[in-house]
């Protein structure tokens, strides 16, 4: 008899041999043992006490963007975080980590308040963008959290931005498997018709650059200047020098990358940073794939690409 079914019952609604390929934008992934929604937000941190008191593997899947499921699947407790309520209180946003980062987005332009444009059309949860530090267009979150609530080694705690400890694409909670419960965004009054202008702009720029297929979005992570080992390259476009940050697709493209093909994973025509899912692509087409690019590019430039996507091992 499975004793943990019923179990997990008690924190959310449970289900066996769930296909994660339903549940990731790269549409990859075999079945996980036992998936568990959670939509009580004081469920979550009992849900994560006990499966850790149990000794149980789990791992927390958001919109299930950035994430590369196993072809093999999962045989733990894949969490998902569905906790979703929104209130706005003047200058700032408290939203629970499994709402849509476009729901906080959406919220802000209807208050009139700036600060989170930059994150129109990114997909994927407010908890998963926290937790990888997301950003865009010279922001990322590290600049509107004030405080995270967050569940860390069996307890709930409040933390500022600080002690989140934000890198690039990085966080403590990448660190020491906290997980983030809700976050509080401080943003600026503004005119409610700039904002939306704004959006929209973004919106329409990520429309004719980034691919539509399935994929976990950027994949690899851009290189500072400052990390460049040494003599920059002598074709380097003078706004990434002036950003001070090399894109991880420009180095792929430079590389003669783009198009390359392995199995069902390719590197987008459009976008050097992205690999789609071209057809019945496997998490091992994708890691080769992963693997070639990082090689090809290594020899070019002496720089090694590191994953921004997180790879799910089964």
């Not at 789990?58 to 196993?70: M, Q, W």
């Not at 429309?207 to 400052?226: E, H, R």
Request: glycine share 12%.
């Amino acid at each position: 008899m499975d004793l943990l079914y019923p179990e997990l019952k008690k924190y959310g609604k449970t289900k066996t041999n769930v296909l994660l390929s339903r549940h990731t934008t790269f549409k990859i992934g075999g079945p996980a043992k036992y998936v568990v929604t959670v939509s009580e937000a004081d469920k979550l941190p009992a849900l994560l006490n006990f499966l850790s008191g149990a000794g149980e593997d789990f791992f927390i899947l958001g919109g299930g963007s950035n994430v590369l499921a196993p072809d093999e699947g999962f045989s733990g407790v894949v969490i998902k975080i569905d906790c979703a309520k929104c209130r706005t209180d003047k200058d700032e946003i408290i939203i629970e980590a499994g709402a849509l980062l476009s729901t906080a987005v959406n919220e802000a332009a209807a208050r009139g308040l700036s600060g989170l444009e930059w994150a129109t059309g990114i997909p994927g949860t407010v908890g998963g963008a926290v937790r990888g530090n997301a950003g865009a267009h010279g922001s990322d979150m590290a600049q509107n959290i004030k405080q995270v609530e967050a569940w860390r080694n069996g307890e709930t705690t409040a933390l500022t931005s600080a002690e989140c400890a934000f890198g690039y694409r990085d966080s403590i909670f990448k660190r020491d498997g906290g997980v983030v419960l809700r976050a509080t965004f401080k943003l600026i009054p503004s005119d409610q018709a700039s904002v939306v202008k704004k959006m929209q702009e973004i919106l329409l720029g990520r429309s004719q650059k980034l691919p539509t297929v399935p994929s976990a979005g950027s994949f690899f992570k851009n290189i500072k200047t400052g990390d460049w080992p040494g003599a920059l390259p002598g074709n380097l476009p003078e706004i990434y020098r002036e950003r001070g940050m090399i894109p991880a697709g420009w180095l792929v493209e430079q590389a003669g990358l783009k198009g390359v093909k392995i199995g069902g994973a390719q590197v987008s025509p459009q976008h050097g940073n992205f690999i789609i899912n071209a057809g019945n692509a496997t998490q091992a087409d994708v890691v080769a794939l992963v693997e070639e690019i990082k090689g090809r590019v290594y020899d070019k430039y002496r720089v090694w690409l590191e994953p921004e996507v997180e790879i799910i091992m089964p």
